[in-house]
């Protein structure tokens, strides 16, 4: 099925270890995002890439980084995870080229703690 | 304050309600507008977008006030399905007129519809 596809779905971590969240989509979308929702602070964006080769900050980058690694695939790696990054997070993408679906898919996200 | 306020409810409305939700965003540069739902521990999706002539999608109408910087969602007749969280969403244009789809998430507005 086309759409948004994020792994994994739970993890938990201890403070200071380190681990990659991946994404891939399959609906030839130019952007990608990372997204991190806690209770009562909504959706925040953490990086995006815009296109195949580029990636930017978002509002709350740090602590992240990430990896456009080619147009279906962008992953957010967390380098030494604190429990301030206990969140669920979200991919999406989004074509800028007028598509259809005018707005973004979203994968199912991955629930992480950090203890 | 925040870039996209919303009202965070709960509502809680019995079935066949007619129920409205407000959302006010603070950049003038706001482009695009949308409702998106999210179910509980689940992805949000996009529910409809928001034009300046407002838009109907069955049950639900959405409009947009560009000189109050105001968006609203109505939904006539409630169902039990309609349980879920509303989250009020913009689109900015960045420099040079590009936006790369980087959306600004309200935090959502809790519905519950009763028997």
């Known amino acids: 099925n086309a759409g948004v596809t994020q792994t994994p779905k739970f993890q938990v971590l201890k403070t200071g270890q380190s681990m990659t969240l991946q994404c891939a989509q399959d609906?030839?979308?130019?952007?990608m995002y990372w997204y991190r929702q806690d209770p009562g602070m909504g959706l925040r964006l953490i990086y995006y890439?815009?296109?195949?080769?580029?990636?930017d900050k978002g509002e709350v980058p740090n602590g992240y980084n990430v990896s456009r690694l080619n147009k279906r695939e962008f992953s957010l790696r967390l380098e030494s995870a604190a429990p301030s990054q206990t969140s669920v997070y979200f991919c999406?993408?989004?074509?800028?080229?007028?598509?259809?679906?005018?707005?973004?898919?979203f994968g199912s996200g991955t629930r992480l703690t950090v203890v | 304050r925040k870039e996209v306020e919303q009202d965070p409810g709960p509502f809680n409305v019995p079935e066949g309600a007619t129920v409205a939700f407000n959302c006010t965003y603070s950049?003038?540069?706001?482009?695009?507008f949308f409702w998106y739902r999210q179910d509980c521990r689940k992805e949000p999706k996009l529910l409809m977008s928001v034009y300046s002539s407002g838009n109907e999608d069955g049950r639900f109408t959405a409009q947009l006030n560009r000189a109050s910087q105001y968006i609203s969602l109505l939904i006539r007749d409630s169902k039990l399905s309609d349980s879920a969280t509303y989250l009020c969403v913009v689109n900015k244009r960045g420099a040079g007129g590009t936006s790369y789809g980087k959306l600004t998430f309200g935090q959502g507005t809790i519905l519950t519809v009763h028997p």
């Open positions: 999406a993408s989004w074509s800028v080229f007028g598509a259809a679906n005018y707005g973004y898919t």
């Open positions: 890439s815009a296109s195949e080769g580029t990636t």
């Open positions: 950049n003038s540069a706001s482009q695009s």
């Open positions: 609906m030839n979308h130019n952007s």
